[in-house]
């Protein structure tokens, strides 16, 4: 028999993923609808499409149609998946914490499908030496949290970050946002197929030590898989891919899109990798 406590909880992570998923709703019902365009309106556009700042003055947009067949299953995931079965870790109900969001970019390299990382800079307070997704936090000029305003910090971000040129990518979904207690981000996978690729590399050198790709078959061979463990105990899933050890957020997102997309493998979760307390 349930618990008083047992049913509110219960109730209230029922709660939680509707909002989330009204949300998610809006961001791709706002990403898609048609917008009226003058005929001024739209020579400006095009100038803009000339420029580095196309992503933030031209329209963003979500949609799936003409994806490679092998994204599929990380598309049809990101419409159904739950909040609670991305992380443990939410955002408050409160509303508290900076919004931002990652570009979570696929593209088709040599080997096949990979993703886009970078590592951060060691000199950076937060998160610094660690590997991520290209991204950080909202932007007044960015827009509505609530709509497009993720989508298009998620392509600044990454135009920032490693040069890559926005046009060449197609956004094709958001996952549930999350939440990273230690920096106290809410943060809002946005997923990207890169349809043009484009030269990418390090921007700032103040922000970013390298960018990299790393093919999704090596993401996904066992031989490449642990479980970090801090000392505060916390342990999550971890990558050693691309002579890094990509671990935290960025491999818990990394863990649950292979996991929900049918790509995973049976890896060895007691193989572990310390981690010390500048983690």
Do not use: C
């Not at 580095?52 to 092998?70: F, K, M, Y």
């Not at 931002?100 to 951060?120: D, H, K, Y």
């Not at 890559?164 to 956004?171: A, K, T």
């Amino acid at each position: 028999m349930k618990t008083h406590e047992q049913s509110t909880q219960e109730q209230s992570t029922h709660e939680q993923s509707a909002h989330e998923q009204t949300r998610r709703d809006r961001v791709a019902e706002a990403a898609t609808a048609p917008a009226a365009v003058s005929p001024a309106a739209a020579v400006a556009a095009a100038a803009a499409a000339a420029t580095a700042d196309a992503a933030h003055d031209s329209a963003v947009t979500i949609t799936a149609e003409g994806l490679p067949d092998w994204l599929d299953p990380v598309a049809r995931a990101s419409r159904t998946i739950e909040p609670d079965q991305l992380s443990r870790f939410l955002p408050p109900e409160s509303g508290a914490g900076r919004q931002s969001a990652v570009l979570v970019l696929f593209g088709e390299g040599e080997r096949g499908p990979e993703l886009l990382l970078m590592e951060r800079a060691g000199s950076l307070r937060s998160h610094a030496g660690q590997p991520s997704f290209p991204g950080g936090a909202l932007d007044p000029e960015d827009g509505d949290q609530a709509t497009t305003g993720p989508l298009r910090a998620a392509l600044r971000e990454a135009r920032e970050e490693t040069g890559l040129d926005p046009r060449g990518v197609q956004l094709f979904g958001v996952l549930p946002r999350l939440y990273i207690p230690v920096s106290g981000f809410v943060v809002t996978p946005v997923l990207g197929w890169w349809r043009s690729p484009s030269p990418v590399g390090v921007v700032d050198p103040g922000e970013t030590a390298r960018v990299f790709t790393v093919p999704v078959a090596d993401l996904t061979d066992p031989a490449n898989r642990a479980t970090t463990v801090h000392p505060s105990g916390h342990r999550g899933p971890a990558f050693l891919v691309e002579s890094a050890l990509v671990w935290g957020f960025t491999a818990g997102v990394i863990d649950r899109i292979l996991h929900f997309a049918g790509w995973e493998r049976p890896w060895d979760a007691a193989r572990q990798v310390p981690l010390d307390w500048r983690a």
